[in-house]
């Protein structure tokens, strides 16, 4: 293994002159551009048989950092080569990092608090039509899905969409030297001027937990059903089971996929999950086009073990929440849940 000690101390010595570490006839060559008195940006040029530093040549290979004594962004020349001084980060490694830590700043800012922002009302109308826009298009079907994957609406918090522009490598700088003020000020900023941004997505959660609670409360919605279904296949690892129906007073039996009674997308079993002999006797039970929902389903069973059976079961509440049983019906606010 080449020794690439004398690249180790010319990093650490900030020796100006290029470094020119030689392997047979093979010699990599290391030249410092100083950024600042912190940083240098680092560039590589492969020579052979004594050839002449070319400028032209010369590849970017990492940012050394003087403060720290590491290496970050290091390219294909320089990655391995001095594991004692590699970060082992690159640029995007370096935003992720950023992005995650003003995320997390502001969303401690906000603290899911429509209290800690400027105003509870949008400054801009827009604002409005967006929040209508997803109670009728998205509310429902998203409160589905969180209920089925056994969600409630304590898991609602505010989570920060913030993205850095990963064309401004300065701010990477910015970030290494300075880590908590460049958070802050970026965190400080976005939360001056993204304030529809933020009531948005807390007016949002608000509708979700309102539809959340009412699913939980409804003791008769089909989706508890689906849920318990859901559950009993999932843990039983199997990939096909029994499936027994009674609709429109008559009952039957076939095999049905596991993995369709597991998804979330849908509570509407069709028949191409079943046998082609079960689809036809299916088709001529219920007739061409028929399928069948959770509540149709009164039992399922793998191996002769019984998985789940309508007449036993009984809707779930989650630990320490409280929530009032409510007839199903639509209130004033147009809460349907499609089925």
């Known amino acids: ?21 030689k392997n047979g006839d093979k010699v990599d060559m290391f030249v410092r551009l100083p950024y600042d008195d912190d940083f240098d940006y680092i560039y590589h040029q492969d020579n052979y048989n004594g050839q002449a530093l070319t400028p032209t040549r010369l590849e970017y ?3 050394y950092n003087k403060l720290d004594g590491q290496i970050y962004d290091a390219q294909f020349s320089l990655r391995g080569k001095l594991p004692e001084i590699d970060s082992g980060k690159s640029m995007m490694n370096l935003f992720d990092d950023f992005d995650k830590d003003v995320r997390r700043f502001i969303e401690e800012i906000v603290g899911d608090d429509i209290g800690n922002l400027r105003s509870p009302f949008f400054g801009d109308e827009h604002f409005t039509v967006h929040l209508e826009d997803f109670k009728k298009c998205f509310a429902d079907g998203m409160a589905r899905v969180m209920f089925l994957d056994k969600e409630s609406s304590e898991d609602l918090h505010y989570e920060c969409d913030f993205t850095t522009d990963t064309t401004d490598s300065t701010l990477m700088l910015k970030y290494l030297r300075h880590p908590t003020a460049s958070v802050e000020q970026t965190a400080t900023d976005y939360w001056m001027n993204h304030q529809d941004d933020i009531l948005l997505e807390l007016r949002k959660n608000e509708v979700l937990r309102e539809k959340l609670n009412r699913i939980y409360a409804e003791k008769n919605n089909p989706l508890h059903k689906q849920r318990a279904i859901i559950e009993a296949v999932r843990e039983s690892g199997a990939k096909t089971v029994n499936v027994t129906i009674i609709k429109g007073g008559e009952e039957l039996s076939f095999k049905y996929s596991a993995d369709r009674l597991c998804r979330f997308n849908s509570s509407d079993y069709g028949t191409w999950e079943m046998s082609p002999k079960d689809r036809q006797v299916f088709e001529e039970t219920y007739g061409r086009g028929s399928s069948f929902v959770p509540e149709d389903i009164s039992e399922i069973s ?9 007449s036993t079961f009984m809707p779930e509440t989650p630990e320490d929440d409280n929530y009032e049983d409510v007839e199903c019906e639509d209130d004033d606010e147009g809460f349907t849940m499609s089925m």
Not at 1 to 21: H, N, Q
């Open 61 to 63: 290979c990492g940012i």
């Open 302 to 310: 793998y191996r002769g073990k019984t998985l789940y059976d309508s």
């Open 1 to 21: 293994m080449k020794d690439y000690s004398e690249l180790y101390d010319w990093f650490l010595k900030d020796i100006i002159k290029p470094a020119v570490i």
